[in-house]
C-alpha cells in the first residue's frame, strides 16, 4: 500500500483557509472523462450529458452545531432551508434545477414525527422550485443531525455562467439585499443567551420577521435568473452570496483574473438589517454584516456595460460596482472615496 507523506508537525486548517485546503487537497487532480465541462473550482460541477446539454450538480452539508441549531431552528424550516441552499448553487451557474437527493444521518434523539416535519418542509421546497426528490439515504449519528443535499440541474452551453468571465469594465451587480440572514442569527443567537439564563423568559421576536426568514428560510434566486433571461441577458460571470460579499467577490476575482471596485453607498441593505446592528452594539456597522455575514443566499454577477440599460431599472438588482484590470485588488470605495481592500471573513471551519 502506497504511504502518504505529511510533513513534520501540524497545520491547523484555520491557518490555511479554505481556499488553499481544496487547493492542497485536490489541485493536482486532473480530469480523465471527456464528458467533465467543470470539476473543482465552481458553485457546480458540470458534466456534458449524452444528449449534448449540460448538467449541473452540487453538494452542500449542515451539521447540527456547526451550520444549525435546533434550540431555534424548526424542522420544517431546516428541510426547506437545506434543499434551497443546494437550488441556489445551480442559480448561481444559471441554469434550472431539475432533481435534488437528500441524505440525513439522525441521532436516536429524533423521532420518526420529528423526520416528518424535516421531510415536510423538504417538500415544500421541491415544490415551490419544480424539483423532484429522486433518492438519498439514512443512517445513523451519534450526536445530532447531518443533513446532505445533492441538487441536480441542467444548462445551455450558450447561456451557463461561470465564476471566470468577468472582464475589463464590466458592471458589478447583486441581488436582494445583505446582511439581513446574519442580523436574524444576531436577534436569535440574543434570545437563546437570554433564556439560557432564565428559562422562563419568552423570547420577543416582534417586529423581526424580515430578518429572521432570512436566516431560517431563504430562497435561491431562480427568480433573478429568468428575470435576466426575460430581458435577454447572460451574465459574464456568476456566484451565490452564501458567505458574504466579501469572499463572493474575492472567488470571482481570482476565478476571472481581475480586480473590482464596489461602492459602500451602492450596497442593498434593508432598514431591519441596519435596526439590528445598532441594537446590538455602536460599533457593529450594517456594511461589516453585509461584507461578511453569510447565508444570504443573494447572487453576484458581473455583466457586460451593453446590457446597462436592460438591467438599470429591476427593482431586485443593484449595480453596485465594477470590474477593473487584472493585477488590481478587490476593494471597498467609501462615500469618503478612500478605498478599503476587501477580505474574506476568517476561515473558522469545515462550514465556511
Given at each position: 500500500m502506497e504511504q502518504l507523506?505529511?510533513?513534520?508537525?501540524?497545520?491547523e486548517i484555520s491557518h490555511m483557509g479554505k481556499v488553499a485546503l481544496i487547493d492542497r487537497l485536490t489541485g493536482d487532480m486532473e480530469s480523465?472523462?471527456?464528458?467533465?465541462v467543470q470539476g473543482i473550482g465552481d458553485d457546480c460541477a458540470v458534466m456534458r450529458a449524452a444528449d449534448g446539454r449540460l448538467t449541473l450538480v452540487n453538494t452542500q452539508t449542515l451539521v447540527e452545531g456547526v451550520n444549525f441549531d435546533m434550540m431555534y431552528t424548526p424542522l420544517k424550516?431546516?428541510?426547506?432551508?437545506?434543499v434551497a441552499v443546494a437550488l441556489s448553487n445551480i442559480a448561481a451557474m444559471n441554469?434550472?434545477?431539475?432533481?435534488?437527493?437528500?441524505?440525513?444521518?439522525v441521532s436516536n434523539r429524533y423521532s420518526v414525527e420529528a423526520m416528518d416535519e424535516l421531510y415536510a418542509g423538504v417538500r415544500l421546497c421541491c415544490d415551490r422550485y419544480?424539483?423532484?426528490l429522486v433518492g438519498g439515504e439514512t443512517g445513523t449519528s451519534r450526536a445530532g443531525m447531518v443533513l446532505t443535499v445533492t441538487a441536480v440541474g441542467e444548462a445551455d452551453d450558450d447561456t451557463v455562467t461561470y465564476r471566470r468571465g468577468a472582464a475589463l469594465h464590466d458592471l458589478v451587480c447583486c441581488s436582494g439585499d445583505l446582511g439581513s440572514a446574519y442580523a436574524g442569527l444576531l436577534i436569535l443567537e440574543r434570545e437563546k443567551v437570554t433564556y439560557q439564563a432564565n428559562p422562563k423568559f419568552q423570547p420577543d421576536l416582534d417586529g423581526y420577521d424580515y430578518v429572521l426568514e432570512r436566516f431560517l428560510k431563504p430562497e435561491p434566486r431562480m427568480d433573478i435568473v429568468k428575470l435576466l433571461r426575460s430581458k435577454g441577458v447572460v451574465p459574464t460571470s456568476m456566484t451565490d452570496i452564501s458567505k458574504g460579499l466579501a469572499d463572493s467577490v474575492l472567488h470571482l476575482c481570482r476565478a476571472?483574473?481581475?480586480?473590482?471596485?464596489?461602492?459602500e453607498e451602492h450596497l442593498p441593505i434593508d432598514y431591519q438589517t441596519s435596526r439590528v446592528c445598532s441594537e446590538m452594539s455602536k460599533n457593529m456597522l450594517p456594511v461589516s454584516c453585509a461584507l461578511n455575514g453569510g447565508e444570504d443566499y443573494e447572487l453576484l454577477f458581473t455583466v457586460s456595460q451593453k446590457d446597462y440599460d436592460k438591467i438599470k431599472n429591476l427593482q431586485e438588482i443593484h449595480i453596485i460596482g465594477h470590474v477593473t484590470e487584472q493585477g488590481m485588488p478587490a476593494v471597498m470605495v467609501t462615500p469618503q472615496n478612500t478605498t478599503i481592500t476587501l477580505r474574506a471573513q476568517a476561515f473558522q471551519g469545515l462550514d465556511e
Open positions: 507523506e505529511y510533513q513534520e508537525g501540524r497545520t480523465r472523462n471527456a464528458s467533465t424550516h431546516l428541510g426547506y432551508k437545506a441554469g434550472t434545477p431539475r432533481q435534488v437527493l437528500v441524505s440525513v444521518a419544480d424539483v423532484d476571472s483574473r481581475c480586480g473590482c471596485e464596489v461602492y
